[in-house]
Nanobody
């Protein structure tokens, strides 16, 4: 089974930046669709961003579009989420997820479509 470990979270002031990393081990995920989700206390998991196997097709939630960038480095088995212009409402635990099969937008935005999940990394944005 693929293991995913997130890192890079922390405390940042509004308007600041963070880069999250998701390191994969086990099976290669070069052909996987990779996604980022987030979850605040008492709320359901929320789609943030996803990148398909080609690295060309990327999808973003409207709430982060223009501020966040997802990318992947297959040689390092790592996917990144660059977060700029952070807002207090971005505060959440951020999770990396992997899907073995390629799929379009309507599929990759649904958390239940991903087979593998990391343990999460906390992002806190202060006012």
């Amino acid at each position: 089974q693929v293991q995913l470990v997130e890192s890079g979270g922390g405390l940042v002031q509004a308007g600041g930046s963070l880069r999250l990393s998701c390191a994969a081990s086990g099976r290669t995920f070069r052909s996987y669709t990779m996604g980022w989700f987030r979850q605040a206390p008492g709320k359901e998991r929320e789609f943030v961003a996803a990148v398909r196997w080609s690295g060309v097709s990327k999808y973003y939630a409207d709430s982060v579009k223009g501020r966040f960038t997802i990318s992947r480095d297959s040689a390092k088995n790592t996917v990144y989420l660059q977060m700029n212009s952070l807002k207090p409402e971005d505060t959440a635990v951020y999770y990396c997820a992997a899907r073995a099969k390629d799929a379009g937008f309507s599929t990759v935005v649904r958390a239940q479509e991903y087979e593998y999940w990391g343990q999460g990394t906390q992002v806190t944005v202060s006012s």
